[in-house]
């Protein structure tokens, strides 16, 4: 969506450790980008793991690869950049734009963001907002189903019962970020209450596939392709596999969806809201400007349990990395957190972006260009 959206100008890319090793996003991240014919974007590899503990992978969600369940992503031809450090890019890039005019998106783990930040504090008042895809408020503050069959009816993270993964990564890293006022004030958190709202579902995956009546607005019609019959590659002398690659993560995302957290409806689409909150706001309901302080559960010894009948002790669970918010008053500064978002509206812009994308990402004569 960043790289396809006609109303984004994406400036780079920088991996992190998360769902696969540093190695494996840095692939996937440049295999993608191939796939949709932008190798014109800069990716740099960034921090290998945490600030202080180890890293965490999630197999179990996205295959060992971090984007598992698809043969059709293409082998990608350039190379991640080395000429600087991935946060010295960061810094350069983003400080070359206008004042008040880039924006920062985080969909993974906040370790290269909090050493930015970290390192070079000019660039808090230079940018114009971050936006980070993390977190969990639970308690009912959105109407998203979070409770998962593994962690248990009570729980709300998708990580551990209180827990969002990318916090959890590295919490030490989120801290850094949500306690710094002035950043703080200029961040969008996406939590799992707002992206469990928008579940891609049976028919919005062949909506999006092609297989299917398009979103209202969309130039796309229904036709054949491979990944309704069958066939891994198309003979037609001109064909974008961008829609069916999509599609089969998206499957695959939804049978792991299914099987580990008892989410059958379909998986939630987390780190493109993140994006679609930089150019589309108004697809978020925030309650007419509600802000918030977020703290970050750090320490592993705050759990949850206590007393149970008898004085007995209740087996207990860690709370590191719950995301921890309480209402600023009315007119005050604080990090945006909505609790409502257009999902139709928001399909519609999944399905514009596809759409570009085929035109920049195709195949010919079995090969990708």
Known sequence: MAAMHPAIKLLGISTVHGNASLENTTYNTRAILEAIG????????????????AAAPAAAIHGKSGLDGTTLLPSPVTPARADKSAIE??????????PQSAWLVATGALTNVAILFLLHPDLVVHIAGLSI??????????????????HGSDSFGNWTPYAEFNIFCDPEAAHSIFSNPVLAAKTTLIPLDITHLVLATSPVRAKLLGASPSFPGSTQSPQPNPATNGSSRSTSPSYSHIRPLFHEILTFFSRTYASIFGL?????LHDPLAVAA??????FDDRGGERWVVDVVRDD???AGGEGEGGEEKKSVSQSGRTVVRKVESGGE??????GVDVEAFWEIVDLCLGRAERTGKVEGGGWV
Do not use: H, N, W
């Open 133 to 150: 895809m993390g977190g969990v408020v639970g308690g009912g503050f959105t109407e998203a189903k979070l409770a998962t069959t593994t």
């Open 38 to 53: 932008r190798r014109d974007i800069a990716v740099y590899a960034g921090t290998a793991k945490p600030f202080c503990r």
């Open 264 to 268: 059958t409806a379909g998986p939630p």
């Open 301 to 303: 010894a705050i759990q």
């Open 334 to 339: 604080g990090v945006r957190i909505p609790r």
């Open 89 to 98: 890019a960061m810094y350069a890039t983003l400080m070359s734009s206008p």
């Open 278 to 283: 930089v150019f589309a706001p108004a697809l």
